[in-house]
């Protein structure tokens, strides 16, 4: 928001869409619930400097206040359907609107939504699809051989190998530019095939993750989802395969289980939202490929776990700086609250409202609060009134004596 917020003050300020003051002068800037300051600092013939000295990111109810007086001020004079300013003497005088890039922002609880018993239900099995794709993905398939010696339970790989979606394997995989014939050509052992190894490795980050002891069907509670999504292993995870993943050397793959977990959320959470089906295997690859260039699924940054291999903070700010269209970001308030999802969604036409302080009502201000102070001065020295709304000195008990 703030470079193009700049860019358009500059480019308004240079045109005279807002009127040109001196040099330090401040604007208020009304942008949906947030309150900006902007500084001017320098203007020229062809443009102008302008910075940003401060800005609203947490509403109070205080703030909230002032907000709406902020809106009632600006909406009455900046609205298209009225000519005339009708705050005269407010201390915010309403300068014009002007149209830049910004990300609106909204809040949801997810009661009803990621609490509900059929939002986990499809949770495992896509998640096995996204693993598979994000795998296929962002994974150096040259760098497994770090992987070969899985400490996984082999009965629980071969109990989910029966049930894992080949189909799907192979279409992201003819898709797959990491999947080439240079990597086909990994040595692994004569008679290992790559499939079936990287099989075994998504089958392995699958079990860990959703940290799976039994052939039982999968059933994660809130909490459990949460966990999950900021990247925190099972309890039920064993301690060799809880070192295995979180060594150093398989950085990366873990990281790709939380991420392919943190998509699985939001797809279903739209899915859920949109009260839309499943998609088939051409549709959801053609979505997937979508949401994770164009969007940034991530944790509330205050939230964030220590040694995150997925770096949501630097992540953050590359999709700021990048544009992508959205961020999901999953947070709780406290413990036994509802989760929370916040939506930051990319408008190129966003409205930022404009004011600067209005200095000729400051004068007549100024004048009234003399007057004012000057009237409750003489009703206190002056006037005797014992009533209980205008007490006076003199209706004091120590100088009726």
């Not at 300068?95 to 986990?120: C, K, L, M, P």
């Amino acid at each position: 928001m703030a470079p193009s917020l700049m860019d358009v003050m500059a480019n308004g300020v240079s045109k005279g869409k807002i009127p040109l003051s001196h040099n330090g002068s401040e604007y208020l800037v009304r942008f949906e619930s947030k309150i900006l300051l902007v500084r001017l600092v320098e203007n020229w013939y062809e443009g102008a400097s302008v910075y940003i000295t401060g800005t609203e990111l947490e509403p109070t109810s205080c703030h909230s206040l002032e907000g709406t007086e902020v809106d009632h001020v600006l909406d009455a004079a900046l609205d298209e359907r009225h000519i005339f300013n009708q705050n005269l003497l407010h201390t915010l005088l309403p300068v014009s609107t002007v149209r830049g890039t910004a990300y609106s922002e909204t809040n949801q609880i997810t009661t009803g939504i990621i609490d509900d018993q059929n939002f986990s239900k499809p949770l495992a099995q896509t998640f096995m699809k996204f693993l598979i794709f994000f795998f296929f993905q962002k994974l150096d398939l040259e760098s497994i051989l770090s992987y070969r010696d899985v400490p996984a339970n082999r009965a629980l790989i071969q109990h989910y190998r029966a049930a894992f979606p080949v189909k799907w394997f192979d279409l992201v995989k003819q898709y797959s530019i990491q999947y080439s014939k240079s990597a086909v050509g990994i040595s692994f052992g004569r008679h290992l095939d790559i499939d079936e190894s990287i099989i075994t490795i998504i089958l392995s980050g699958y079990i860990i993750m959703l940290g799976i002891t039994s052939p039982q069907p999968v059933n994660l509670t809130t909490t459990m989802i949460y966990d999950l999504y900021r990247g925190q292993l099972s309890y039920n995870v064993h301690q060799e395969a809880r070192l295995w993943i979180q060594h150093q050397a398989r950085k990366a793959f873990r990281a790709i289980c939380i991420e392919s977990f943190r998509y699985t959320i939001k797809y279903l959470y739209d899915i859920k939202v949109l009260d839309e089906p499943i998609q088939d295997m051409e549709e959801l690859y053609k979505t997937l490929s979508y949401i994770s260039a164009q969007w940034l699924v991530s944790v509330d940054l205050n939230q964030q776990i220590a040694g995150d291999p997925t770096n949501p903070t630097v992540r953050f700010q590359k999709a700021i700086t990048n544009g992508v269209a959205g961020i999901f970001q999953l947070s709780v308030k406290k413990s036994g609250d509802p989760l929370r999802v916040r939506l930051l969604i990319k408008n190129e036409t966003s409205k930022f409202k404009i004011a600067k302080m209005n200095m000729e009502a400051l004068k007549v201000l100024e004048l009234l609060k003399q007057g004012i102070w000057a009237n409750l001065l003489y009703e206190l020295l002056y006037f005797t009134n014992d009533d209980d709304e205008r007490f006076s000195i003199q209706a004091h008990a120590v100088t009726e004596y």
